[in-house]
């Protein structure tokens, strides 16, 4: 089965440092792996995604993400980060296997001081 | 746009008391599922349905009951709520061509004393 470690319960960073939040799944062949954002009170959004091909992603609000499969990440990154970046950031892992169902981290809580 | 829509937005139920989660998409999505998030744990899947007419149970399906009631809408019902209970609930949809990725609704607060 599917799961996902998120290492880091909370992260605070200075705005405009830089920024990487962890995430090591466990699947056996090459999973669709996904960075989603939730600003409170707020569902989900989608930051990026990775299916195949380049391992490095692009994804919306200047956020990136490296899939590494000998290391099982998919590390979130951000070169600067903005006070209106502060939110909560969920690791999801899914396979063709499972259908469309995807299995999520605990969550990082990102604060953001200026 | 209205995308995925859930309500109601809060409720605060007592230990026994049933009550239904609604929750409609509008955007001709054929999957639909409901998680629960809880401090420290993630959203864990309840129940989905992979399409009209069916549904399946996810991790943590104790306790609830799911309605696929057409291809737009998907219930969640707790039959007798538990504290245990207490936690966010969230709607999500997609369609075939998404490869998994999740469209959300806004989330339901549910509390149980």
């Known amino acids: 089965a599917q799961s996902v470690t998120q290492p880091d319960i909370h992260i605070t960073v200075s705005e405009g440092a830089s920024l990487e939040l962890r995430c090591n799944y466990s699947?056996?062949?090459?999973?669709?792996l996904f960075w989603y954002v939730q600003s409170p009170g707020q569902g989900l959004q989608l930051l990026l995604k990775?299916?195949?091909?380049?391992?490095l992603v692009q994804g919306i609000k200047g956020f990136e993400a490296e899939f590494k499969r000998s290391q099982s990440s998919f590390n979130l990154r951000k070169p600067s980060v903005h006070w209106s970046d502060a939110a909560e950031y969920f690791c999801?892992?899914?396979?063709?296997?499972?259908?469309?169902?995807?299995?999520f981290g605990a969550g990082t809580i990102l604060r953001v001081k200026s | 746009n209205a995308g995925v829509t859930q309500t109601p937005k809060f409720q605060v139920l007592k230990t026994g008391q049933s009550m239904t989660l609604q929750c409609a998409q509008d955007?001709?999505?054929?999957?639909m599922y409901w998680y629960r998030q809880d401090p420290g744990m993630g959203l864990r899947l309840i129940y989905y349905?992979?399409?009209?007419?069916?549904?399946d149970k996810g991790e943590v399906p104790n306790g609830y009951n799911v309605s696929r009631l057409n291809k737009r809408e998907f219930s969640l019902r707790l039959e007798s709520a538990a504290p245990s209970q207490t936690s966010v609930y969230f709607c999500?949809?997609?369609?075939?061509?998404?490869?998994?990725?999740?469209?959300f609704g806004e989330g339901s607060r549910l509390t149980v004393l």
């Open positions: 699947y056996g062949a090459t999973p669709y």
């Open positions: 990775y299916f195949s091909g380049d391992t």
């Open positions: 999500a949809s997609n369609g075939l061509t998404d490869t998994g990725e999740l469209f």
């Open positions: 999801a892992v899914g396979a063709s296997e499972y259908g469309n169902k995807l299995v």
């Open positions: 955007m001709n999505h054929n999957s």
């Open positions: 349905s992979a399409s009209e007419g069916t549904t």
